[in-house]
């Protein structure tokens, strides 16, 4: 089991971040899946949260993505970052694409305050690494700017976090709200701060037939004065 050398991770049980599969991950997400994760009732909620929250009038970056972004309408400048090329090269959607495993290197290759948003669509379950993720999220987000997780009950187990797999839905939204709560932010005078507000959280579609969608997000603190 894994110990991560991170004292926030303290809060979650030794072996929370473990996988089925840990070979690397660029071999499992080589072959490109032209496909789509969750059902067109769950993904049409992607889109209308997206503008529910404006998403597309703004920079975004759409992190761990593939081929389809899932916006409303075409954003002022989408940047897509993912493991697989061609799959990002496919969307359409995009006007930058970035491959990346941030479960080998979380650092985002992009200066601070670049986004107005960050979205992250059905794969916030697979980071190894999600606290150093959110915080390098919140560093590229400018102040107010919002990231957004949403996710369903489907997944790749074997690629999953074994503390995932072991909850159910209302632990996931509360796993994910965690990660939103225990993100720092570092000021210019090097001392770190909470890097967001208190998280939202939504049951997209609960009376819905098909996958649920479940969304949270939150708003990126400006740094104190």
């Not at 840990?22 to 059902?39: A, C, N, V």
């Not at 997206?50 to 993505?65: A, H, K, R, T, W």
């Not at 496919?90 to 080998?104: G, I, Y």
């Not at 190894?128 to 009950?153: H, K, M, Q, W």
Request: glycine share 4%; net charge negative.
């Amino acid at each position: 089991m894994t110990e991560h050398p991170d004292p926030r991770y303290a809060a979650f049980p030794l072996g929370f971040f473990d996988r089925m599969d840990e070979e690397p991950d660029e071999r499992f997400y080589g072959p490109p899946r032209l496909l789509t994760h969750i059902d067109e009732g769950a993904i049409a909620e992607v889109s209308r949260l997206y503008e529910e929250l404006g998403v597309p009038d703004g920079d975004v970056l759409d992190l761990m993505s593939s081929w389809i972004s899932h916006l409303p309408r075409p954003a002022r400048r989408l940047v897509v970052l993912g493991m697989n090329a061609l799959e990002l090269e496919s969307n359409e959607e995009a006007d930058e694409a970035v491959v990346a495993d941030l479960n080998v290197d979380p650092k985002l290759p992009f200066a601070d305050a670049t986004f107005d948003a960050v979205t992250c669509c059905v794969s916030v379950d697979y980071l190894v690494r999600p606290l150093e993720v959110f915080d390098e999220v919140a560093r590229v987000l400018r102040p107010g700017g919002r990231y957004i997780c949403t996710f369903s009950n489907r997944c790749f187990p074997t690629k999953a976090i074994r503390g995932w797999l072991a909850t159910d839905d209302s632990a996931h939204v509360e796993i994910v709200s965690q990660y939103f709560r225990r993100s720092r932010t570092v000021d210019a005078d090097g001392c770190d701060h909470p890097a967001w507000d208190d998280p939202i959280v939504e049951h997209r579609n609960p009376d819905a037939a098909g996958d649920p969608l479940y969304a949270v997000w939150s708003s990126r603190r400006p740094d104190p004065t």
